[in-house]
Structure formats: C-alpha cells, structure tokens
C-alpha cells in the first residue's frame, strides 16, 4: 500500500501545484476579505463617533436659536397689559387706609389718607374715608369739619354732595338701645324738628340753618349761622310771643361737649321779622372764637343765644376756660307763647344730649 501511495504522488507532480495555488489563492481571498471588513469596520466606527459628535453638540446651536426670539419677545409687551394700567398711589394708600379701618386699626387709616392728601388735598374720595374714619372714633367736629370741605369741593346735584349734606344735618347715630321687649329702639334723631304748640300742630318752624365759615387770622374760628324761622301759613303771630333760642357747642379736648365760652352775636338780617308776611324772618348768629380768649365755666349757661325779635344779642367774656375747645355745632328751638315749635341741631345727636324743655323760662 506505501508502495502504491508513493508511486502515485511521485506520478502525479501537479497536484501538488494545483494544491499550492489553492492554498496561495485562499490566503489572498482571506486577506482580502479580512483587509476588507477590516476597513469596513473601521469607516463603521468613524462614522458613528461623527454622528455622536453631532448629536452631543447639537444642543448648543438649539439653543442658541431658542434664546434669540426669547429674547427678542420683551421688546413688544402683550396686550392685557396695556388694557390694566398700574393702580395710583392715592388709589394704594385709600385702599390702603380702608384695610386698616376695617382690622380697627384708625391711626394707621388715618395716617394713609393723609398721605394721600398730602398728593391731592382736594379728592373727595379721600376726604370721605376720612371724615368717616373720625366718625368711627367719636371725633364729630373733625368729621364735620372735612364735610363742610366736600360740600365746597363737589356740585350741588353731585352724590357726594348729597352725602355731607346729609351727615351735617343728621350726624351719626348713636348705638341702638334695647327696648324691654328685645326690639331695637330708633338710632336716627331728625336734624330738624315741628314739635307743635297746639292740637292743630306748629305754628312756627325753622325753615333753614346755612353755616358759612370765614377765613380770619386773628381767630380760631369764625364762622356765620342764617337761621330762617317760618310761620305756618295764614297763621296770625304776635311777634313779641315769639323767643329764638341758639345753643352753639364746643367740643373740649375731643371728648367732652360743653356750651361755647366763644364770642357770639345775633342780628335780624330782615327788617321786621314780626311775621307779618309768608316769607322766613332770617336771623344771623356770627361765631368768633379768638386764639387768646375765652369763658370760665361759671359763664357757659350764658353763651346760648336768648333773642327776641327787634333785639341784638352778645355772648359773653370771661377768663380762659381750661381744655382746647373747638367748635362742635350748634341747636335751634324757637318758642311761641312759652311752647315749644320746633328745633334743630348739627350734628344732630346734640338733640339727644341736650333734650329741650317745654318752656324756655324752665331752662
């Protein structure tokens, strides 16, 4: 058998060339097809490292574009902002003031609105707040006093108008009372007041009360009372029957309310006021209180006015009265034949303090 294999290759010399190309021609195919994939490979993963490259800096360039136009968009404000313009600072500090009134907290209110006067002295709004405010803690001639003012600064037809009108005449009711029952008793006491002298009801009424202030450097306050007093129609009066009373009042260190140590004077602005025709008689009560003079209080009973028609009257003078006065307001009765007609006061709360008698000569 080795024989026969040895003599067969010796025989056959080209396979062993043919076997050798083979082999040679399989190396280069697989150095080939190996350099091949190789680059493959290699192009595969530059590729990939350029694409993540890309991806890790693409967010740079995004956002880069993005921060422009958010940038660009303040320069045009949206349009609801432009419909809401920003509240004013007297409109913040009423708003302000109004919060504090309503924790209890009346300094601070008071101290808000003030600022805001400070800006404009003259916005009623403001001034209303804050004679409210001083109505809230019993400080009346204050309120009054910032009334008048509303008056001056608003029309005559206006709301706001109406409102001070309405508070001077009236003022502020007092605290309701309980009745036996458990009812509430009336809080409102009118400004003015017919009483009635027979059973036909009253003869003479008041008519009107202008209060008319005046700047005066000299004094504190000087102020005017018009008083109308009225007949009822076809009524016949005996003019020396008839007695005007006028109680003017000074509150006294903001607390207490006392009669006026101030001067007074009374004059019948009417010829003859006795009566004799349908139109008021008009009496005039001047108010002066002076920066250095006042009444004892022995004298205080004496400064309401006592007139009789076709006669002048004078408040009387005295020493300094101890306390800061500041006038208050005042109360009207007249009298016919020693019975009471009618009354009215400002603030009207004075009528409950100070109740009438029947008869002046009982006072």
Known sequence: MRTLL???????????????????????????ATS????????NRVSAQAVTATIAHAPAPSSASASAPAAAQPSVPPAPALSTPPPSIVDQLLREGKEFRERGDTTNALARFQEALDTEPDNTGVLQETAQTYESIQMFDRANNIWRRIKQLSPSDSATYALADHRLKVGVPAAPAAEPGGAPAETDVPARKDVGGNAEGPIMGISEVKTTQTPDAEAETNLTLQIGIKKQPNATIDHTKVRVLVYPYDIVDDKDIKLTDADVNFEWLTPKHDW???NPELLQVHYVRAKTSGLSDSSLSEAAAKVRPGQKGRGAKGSAASGQRKYLGYIVRVYYDDK?????????????QFPPSQSPSAR
Do not use: C, K
């Open 6 to 32: 040895s003599r067969a290759i010796q025989i056959d010399p080209s396979f062993h060339v043919a076997l050798g190309v083979l082999v040679i021609f399989a190396i280069v195919q697989a150095f080939f």
């Open 36 to 43: 091949y994939y190789v680059g493959r490979a290699r192009a």
């Open 276 to 278: 004799s025709e349908a």
């Open 340 to 352: 009471l007609q009618a009354e009215q006061a400002e603030p009207s709360r004075l009528l409950q």
